[in-house]
């Protein structure tokens, strides 16, 4: 049963302003249409622990999230949202973060995107407002597909990886997009691990009290474009570090590299992170080649750190 509740806009404020008093629920309310087991979702509520009082504006772009909003006069979120377009999401941002500074108001305002709100369609407008350091928190929860629209591939999308546009396994790696916003010079870029609550807990409270853009990056498992099991989304988030395949580590101003969970690089934890997901079932995962691969991209990472290259401890 659906239990959405009604969103009524504050008439002084248009109802883009709230105080603490206002949402004394979880970002994400109970009812929503989520399916069962999606990563973005649990993304919420790590986000709606480390928001705690706080008072936050919210901009999301076309996405299964905004979907998860429903239809006025309800809506499945406690906070005020603006539904924007992809292309524009971090430029509706950055006005609504100036227009807060100018009216005096403490309000945090975030941008909450998929990949391909973020990687691909809204980049634009993205890298504009880091290198303008405008003053919002991004954080792109990643399900690597176009989620909403039945699962087209995205520049986020695994190589190998099934998707209705990839039907024999995606040809190119996936883009290093926390490399790309670094890049940028940002005040604070970090990858966040929903199996990891302590990191995750410590990352969002950081991100949400540094000025200038910040970009946090989550891995949100969506258990129906990966054909995987609704209940092992923690479970393949903690196989994806454990294996080094998803790295967990976070950039200062560009330059500060500091790697926050040093992985086993578990073959086993790779391969079942590979066998548990129907998208990777089609028989073209090579798992000596990723090994590889993640091996060379820890080379690269932990030089940057200022690690030996064999380091094994953090
Ligand atoms: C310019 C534009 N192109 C395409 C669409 C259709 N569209 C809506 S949501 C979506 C997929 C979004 O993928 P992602 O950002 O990864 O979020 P997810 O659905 O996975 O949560 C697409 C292609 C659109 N709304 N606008
Ligand atoms: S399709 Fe995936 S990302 Fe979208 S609501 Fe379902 S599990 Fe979540
Ligand atoms: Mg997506």
């Given at each position: 049963m659906k239990t959405l509740q009604t969103f009524e806009p504050e008439p002084a404020l248009g109802g883009l302003a709230h105080t603490p008093a206002d949402r004394p629920e979880p970002i994400l309310r109970a009812g929503n249409t989520n399916c069962g087991g999606c990563g973005m979702s649990i993304g919420w509520q790590l986000l709606s622990r480390a928001v705690a009082d706080r008072p936050v504006q919210l901009v999301i772009p076309a996405s299964c999230s905004i979907v998860t909003a429903g239809t006025y006069p309800f809506s499945a979120y406690g906070a005020p949202i603006v539904a924007s377009t992809f292309a524009s999401a971090a430029a509706v941002a950055s006005g609504l973060a100036h227009a807060a500074r100018l009216n005096g108001e403490k309000t945090r305002v975030l941008c909450w995107a998929g990949d391909g709100g973020t990687y691909d369609i809204g980049f634009a407008t993205i890298s504009a407002a880091a290198e303008r350091n405008e003053d919002i928190l991004f954080i792109c929860y990643d399900n690597e597909i176009y989620g909403n629209t039945g699962g087209q591939r995205s520049s986020a999308t695994p190589q190998n990886a099934w998707t209705t546009t990839t039907p024999g396994g995606k040809d190119v790696p996936k883009k290093d997009l926390l490399g790309i916003m670094a890049a940028h010079r940002i005040p604070y870029t970090a990858s966040v691990s929903m199996a990891h609550l302590d990191d995750a807990h410590r990352k969002l409270e950081h991100a949400l009290a540094t000025p200038g853009f910040r970009f946090l990056h989550l891995l949100a498992p969506c258990p129906t474009g990966w054909k995987s099991e609704p209940a092992e989304s923690v479970s393949l988030v903690r196989m994806a570090v454990d294996s080094g395949l998803y790295a967990v580590y976070e950039v200062f101003d560009g330059n500060r590299v500091r790697i926050n969970i040093d992985p086993t690089m578990s073959d086993s934890a790779l391969e079942r992170y590979i066998a548990s997901q129907g998208r990777f079932?089609?028989?073209?995962?090579d798992l000596k080649a990723l090994r590889g691969e993640i091996d060379a991209s820890w080379r690269e990472l932990r030089a940057r750190a200022g690690w030996a290259s064999e380091e094994a401890t953090r």
């Amino acid at each position: 049963m659906k239990t959405l509740q009604t969103f009524e806009p504050e008439p002084a404020l248009g109802g883009l302003a709230h105080t603490p008093a206002d949402r004394p629920e979880p970002i994400l309310r109970a009812g929503n249409t989520n399916c069962g087991g999606c990563g973005m979702s649990i993304g919420w509520q790590l986000l709606s622990r480390a928001v705690a009082d706080r008072p936050v504006q919210l901009v999301i772009p076309a996405s299964c999230s905004i979907v998860t909003a429903g239809t006025y006069p309800f809506s499945a979120y406690g906070a005020p949202i603006v539904a924007s377009t992809f292309a524009s999401a971090a430029a509706v941002a950055s006005g609504l973060a100036h227009a807060a500074r100018l009216n005096g108001e403490k309000t945090r305002v975030l941008c909450w995107a998929g990949d391909g709100g973020t990687y691909d369609i809204g980049f634009a407008t993205i890298s504009a407002a880091a290198e303008r350091n405008e003053d919002i928190l991004f954080i792109c929860y990643d399900n690597e597909i176009y989620g909403n629209t039945g699962g087209q591939r995205s520049s986020a999308t695994p190589q190998n990886a099934w998707t209705t546009t990839t039907p024999g396994g995606k040809d190119v790696p996936k883009k290093d997009l926390l490399g790309i916003m670094a890049a940028h010079r940002i005040p604070y870029t970090a990858s966040v691990s929903m199996a990891h609550l302590d990191d995750a807990h410590r990352k969002l409270e950081h991100a949400l009290a540094t000025p200038g853009f910040r970009f946090l990056h989550l891995l949100a498992p969506c258990p129906t474009g990966w054909k995987s099991e609704p209940a092992e989304s923690v479970s393949l988030v903690r196989m994806a570090v454990d294996s080094g395949l998803y790295a967990v580590y976070e950039v200062f101003d560009g330059n500060r590299v500091r790697i926050n969970i040093d992985p086993t690089m578990s073959d086993s934890a790779l391969e079942r992170y590979i066998a548990s997901q129907g998208r990777f079932r089609k028989g073209h995962a090579d798992l000596k080649a990723l090994r590889g691969e993640i091996d060379a991209s820890w080379r690269e990472l932990r030089a940057r750190a200022g690690w030996a290259s064999e380091e094994a401890t953090r």
